[in-house]
């Protein structure tokens, strides 16, 4: 059933999409790069990305996505489970995916930093294309490296890959709601 599929795509890309904006909420103190710049002058990442907002987007992604899976063993909703299964011993498992999915959406954002220093874009500058499409380059990169069964599944192989094209398509759209909700709250200082 490829309406399953699509459910299943978006539900298991929460924790991705719950990392950033925690990280935004969580974030401030230490910079990931304690300040170091790069031979060009500029900075390595800018004081954008800071320990507490990493370790915070992590915590909630995970949190998040263990209520998902809790829900999931709970009324044994094997489609809506990160392991397929619903028993007890479906936790272990499901944490390797959802740590997969929480470092390599805020690696994903580290990275796009990095690469936007190196542009000399500066420290909350607009980069289209980057600032939507970085965390979620890096969830499927670390999907790719670390759990790679799941990701063709869920993703690649049949019409999983309808999924991914509604991941793609969806990503912008949901970038763009989270950030003006942030602005609009007072937590960005913009819109992006
Ligand atoms: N944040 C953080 N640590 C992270 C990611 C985000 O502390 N690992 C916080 C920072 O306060 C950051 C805000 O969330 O300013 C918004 O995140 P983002 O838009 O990714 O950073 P920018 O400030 O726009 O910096 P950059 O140009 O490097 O993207
Ligand atoms: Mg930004």
């Not at 500029?42 to 909630?60: N, P, S």
């Not at 999915?101 to 580290?110: F, M």
């Not at 980057?130 to 490296?145: K, S």
């Amino acid at each position: 059933m490829v309406w399953v599929l699509l459910a299943q795509a978006l539900w298991f890309m929460i924790p991705a999409y719950v990392a950033n904006p925690a990280a935004v909420l969580t974030g401030g103190g230490t910079p990931m790069d304690f300040g170091r710049t790069a031979s060009s002058g500029a900075r390595i990442l800018g004081d954008g990305k800071t320990w507490r907002g990493f370790f915070g987007g992590v915590g909630a992604a995970v949190f998040i996505g263990l209520l998902q899976q809790a829900a999931a063993v709970a009324t044994g909703t094997e489609a809506a489970s990160f392991t397929g299964t619903t028993s007890m011993d479906s936790f272990p498992p499901a944490l390797g995916i959802l740590l997969t999915l929480a470092v390599g959406s805020l690696l994903g954002d580290v990275l796009g930093s990095f690469v936007k220093r190196r542009l000399g874009i500066p420290r909350g500058a607009r980069a289209r294309g980057l600032d939507q499409y970085d965390f979620l380059l890096g969830t499927f990169l670390f999907l790719a490296l670390f759990q790679t069964a799941w990701l063709l599944e869920h993703y690649l192989l049949g019409d999983a890959v309808f999924g991914l094209a509604l991941v793609i398509l969806i990503t912008p759209l949901l970038h763009k709601g989270v950030n003006v909700l942030g602005y609009k709250l007072g937590r960005k200082d913009v819109p992006w």
